[in-house]
């Protein structure tokens, strides 16, 4: 099972998380990052950089693999996920641009933008910890309900529900690309570490359906669960819906003091 972990605000999610990323990069020095994009993981982000400044932590040969992409934007597009990790993540954190990777979006070579970026990551050894957030439908990564669980990174259609919900960082609904590339759910069960973020109400169905659902193929957060070291870190709102919720408080509080997160 996952581990949860509620939290009271985004903020202490951010330093819990942030942490976790500081004790790996303590250990392993060019730790390769699962990065994701969106609102949610900003918190941990933010904390991370105020972390590293703080102790003064040597980021300069982590490395980094982001989730997705989209398919088609413009190179240096605002939005692009190339563009979103250099702004909140490259840049306040000080790491190194050539060892952060981002799936190719560009319609050039598409074809094989999947193998090259699986190619990429058994190269690096794979990834440490992935950071998640999860889709008000379900999904990690851009994977939409119905992704197998053995998928690889490759070209995906995104949902109206996940156009919808990204049209905020764009112009209008209708200039949200139709399609991205994205790790596949079997790519992100071989990351060591899962650590997945939520925030909010609206992610409340998705986090019980990820935690506690059947593991199922339509509910793409469920595959979670099939991994052997999963953390959940949510507030209250989100929490919300879990039907175990007592139980897993009471495990957080009785955590065995040897046992990290
Ligand atoms: P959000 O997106 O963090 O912007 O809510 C999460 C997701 O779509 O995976």
């Known amino acids: 099972m996952a581990e949860i972990v509620v939290v009271s605000d985004q903020q202490s ?34 904390a991370l950089a105020a972390r590293v400044a703080d ?18 934007l413009p190179e240096g597009h605002p939005e692009s996920y190339r563009s979103v990790i250099t702004r909140e993540v490259v840049e306040p954190l000080g790491l190194t641009p050539a060892l952060i990777h981002v799936p190719n979006g560009s319609l050039d070579g598409i074809e094989h933008a999947g193998p090259d970026y699986e190619e990429a990551l058994t190269a690096a050894g794979g990834v440490d910890v992935q950071v998640l957030g999860i889709g008000t439908d379900g999904h990690i990564g851009f994977n939409e309900p119905g992704s197998s669980f053995a998928s690889a990174t490759r070209v995906k259609t995104l949902t109206e529900q996940t156009r919808r919900d990204n049209a905020r960082f764009f112009a209008s609904e209708a200039d949200v690309p139709m399609h991205c590339i994205t790790q596949g759910l079997g790519t992100i069960l071989r990351a060591r570490h899962l650590l997945l973020l939520a925030f909010g109400e609206g992610k409340a169905d998705a986090v019980a359906g990820a935690v506690e659902g059947p593991v199922s193929a339509s509910n793409p957060g469920s595959a979670i669960q099939l991994h052997p070291h999963a953390t959940v870190i949510v507030d209250e709102a989100a929490a919300s819906r879990l039907q175990n919720l007592a139980y897993y408080r009471y495990a957080y509080a009785n955590k065995p003091a040897w046992q990290t997160l």
């Open 13 to 46: 999610a951010g330093e819990l998380s942030a942490q976790i990323m500081v004790d790996l990069i303590e250990r392993t020095p060019d730790a390769v990052l699962g990065l994701a994009t969106g609102s949610t993981p900003l918190a941990l982000y933010r």
């Open 55 to 72: 102790i003064g932590l040597d980021v300069s040969r982590v490395r980094g693999f982001a989730l997705d992409e989209y398919v088609g």
